[in-house]
């Protein structure tokens, strides 16, 4: 699906959202391009301040900025260029908008569609990944007529159940990979000298995402692994900022793994340098590649 040497890319949200950001990504070594996830029509997102860096964490509430479906459709085939898969991310509001979007990707110059069922942060609406029923729905429709490559990205899950039922359903519907995981849903920080939040939009609470996510990232990666017994290609996202974090991805389950918030900090010439320090440190551990280490956790 992606190059197997270096499986390394953005994640949705990160430099992705106007041409100039996605051919900085097509110019760098990251493996593939994922787009901002888009929606119907363009949205200005959130008031600001909707973004603050912490010392290992982020906490967003950004409210899907973008520039629309219709604009990204028309952009991606120059985007080609640059010879790595591109890849839709997809937000609808509704059951009937998540498959208008998907109609329109359905037919652009797009190889893969990553169905995002996990934003947190939109004013009244709960995350659809939360409602199974209707995510199921949605998927259904979405396999029955795909012609392209179909991912889902989904939020932290909270028992091992959900995650169980979750991952048989998939494997059922022929989802072709997930990405684990978006932000966690509710996460806010507070100044001390002003005694006042540190976003703006929805009491101040939004996405928690950075280092501080890796444990709870960890997590459902390996549980997701061990149900679908390594059947289910799984991106890693959430915390990843040096090539030991690759590796215990790599251990944990994941086989491509997607940068956010250190990406936003360190600008796409990161991937050259991860690029570089992951062959040195395979050399070190002698091992081949990536893919012999996936899901080799060892318990205990
Ligand atoms: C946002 O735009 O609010 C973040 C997108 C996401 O978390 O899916």
């Known amino acids: 699906m992606f190059s197997q040497d270096f499986p390394v890319f953005n994640a949705s949200g990160v430099w992705c959202t106007t041409k100039e950001e996605l051919e900085s990504l097509g110019k760098s070594e990251a493996s593939a391009i994922v787009f901002k996830t888009m929606t119907l029509l363009p949205r200005e997102g959130n008031p600001k301040p909707r973004f603050f860096l912490g ?13 629309g479906v219709d604009y990204y459709c028309s952009i ?3 985007l080609r260029k640059y010879k790595k898969p591109l890849i839709a991310s997809i937000a609808g509001f509704s059951q009937n908008e998540f498959l208008v979007l998907f109609d329109k990707i359905n037919k652009a110059s797009f190889d893969i569609v990553e169905v995002n069922l996990s934003c947190p942060n939109l004013e009244g609406k709960g995350l659809f990944a939360y409602d199974l029923k209707t995510s199921f729905l949605i998927l259904k429709k979405i396999m029955k007529k ?27 519907l022929k989802i ?35 280092g501080i996510l890796q444990p709870i990232a960890l997590a459902q990666v390996v549980l997701f692994y061990q149900y679908t017994k390594g059947k289910l290609p799984i991106v890693a996202v959430g915390g990843i900022e040096e090539v030991s974090d690759i590796y215990r991805y790599t251990l944990a389950g994941a086989s491509f793994f997607g940068i956010g918030t250190r990406l936003w900090q360190e600008g796409p010439e990161m991937f050259s340098r991860l690029k570089k320090e992951l062959k040195e440190f395979l050399k070190k551990k002698k091992v081949k590649s990536l893919k012999e280490k996936i899901g080799k956790v060892k318990f205990l």
């Open 76 to 78: 991606s085939a120059d």
């Open 146 to 172: 795909t012609k392209k490559k179909v991912g889902v990205k989904l939020p932290p899950y909270f028992d091992r159940q959900t995650i169980k039922k979750v991952a048989e359903e998939f494997l059922k």
């Open 176 to 210: 072709d990979f997930i990405t684990l995981v978006n932000s966690y849903p509710l996460g806010c920080f507070i100044y001390i000298n002003k005694e006042a939040m540190v976003i703006k939009p929805n009491l101040g609470i939004g996405g928690l995402g950075g």
């Open 55 to 67: 010392s290992n964490f982020s906490i967003n509430s950004m409210g899907l900025p973008n520039l």
